[in-house]
């Protein structure tokens, strides 16, 4: 995840007691282990993706998905679930 767009303060608490940080939180779920519920990105209120505004979800949308930013391992997995979204409503 690109610091630049999502501040992950090294203060934000983790909510799993094996992590410090919120920062190692995602490191250890969202992208080692691949163990978190899908979207919960957009539902942590830690992101503030679901209380922001229009313009800032897609920016985080544009830049997750971007080839030239995006791991290619990331991308294929965030594309898959993005288009299973759409595809369930």
């Not at 940080?21 to 995602?26: A, G, K, M, N």
């Amino acid at each position: 995840m690109r610091r630049t767009l999502i501040t992950l303060d090294k203060a934000d608490p983790s909510r799993d007691s094996r992590s410090k940080t919120f920062e190692e939180e995602i490191q250890c779920h969202a992208i080692t282990n691949d163990d978190y519920e899908h979207f919960l990105i957009f539902y942590d209120g830690r992101l503030g993706l679901k209380a922001g505004n229009d313009e800032g979800l897609f920016r985080f949308l544009c830049e997750m998905v971007h080839p030239l930013r995006a791991q290619t391992k990331v991308l294929g997995k965030a594309l898959k679930r993005i288009f299973m979204a759409v595809k369930n409503g």
